[in-house]
Nanobody
Framework: QVQLVESGGGLVQAGGSLRLSCAAS????????MGWFRQAPGKEREFVAA??????????YYADSVKGRFTISRDSAKNTMYLQMNSLKPEDTAVYYC???????????????????WGQGTQVTVSS
């Protein structure tokens, strides 16, 4: 099976930065898309960022709420995806989950049900 493990969460003051990592293990796989979602208490899970891969190149996508502050990237050689979060705000507080689709499909990248594999989540808390 494929396992995804997030790390890098923690407590940070508003305006600070964190870098989240998502390591894939278990077997070799080549996802078309990997993404980050977050869920705050009492709220539904929401899209944060995604990256799609193909032989011709990669594309990154961001929710409007984080665009310009967050950067998604992936190191294929290390089977690891990253989310660099800068200029953090209290409203960014949530559990952050990484996800991978396992193979390409026709479901939009911002839909949580596109993804086949999920990590356990890592807590990000931004204080004011």
């Amino acid at each position: 099976q494929v396992q995804l493990v997030e790390s890098g969460g923690g407590l940070v003051q508003a305006g600070g930065s964190l870098r989240l990592s998502c390591a894939a293990s278990g077997r070799t796989f080549s996802p078309y898309a990997m993404g980050w979602f977050r869920q705050a208490p009492g709220k539904e899970r929401e899209f944060v960022a995604a990256i799609t891969m193909s032989w011709s190149g990669t594309n990154a996508y961001y929710a409007d709420s984080v665009k310009g502050r967050f950067t998604i990237s992936r190191d294929s050689a290390k089977n690891t995806m990253y989310l660099q979060m800068n200029s953090l705000k209290p409203e960014d507080t949530a559990v952050y989950y990484c996800a991978a689709d396992g193979a390409g499909n026709g479901v939009p990248y911002y839909q949580s049900w596109k993804y086949d594999y999920w990590g356990q989540g890592t807590q990000v808390t931004v204080s004011s």
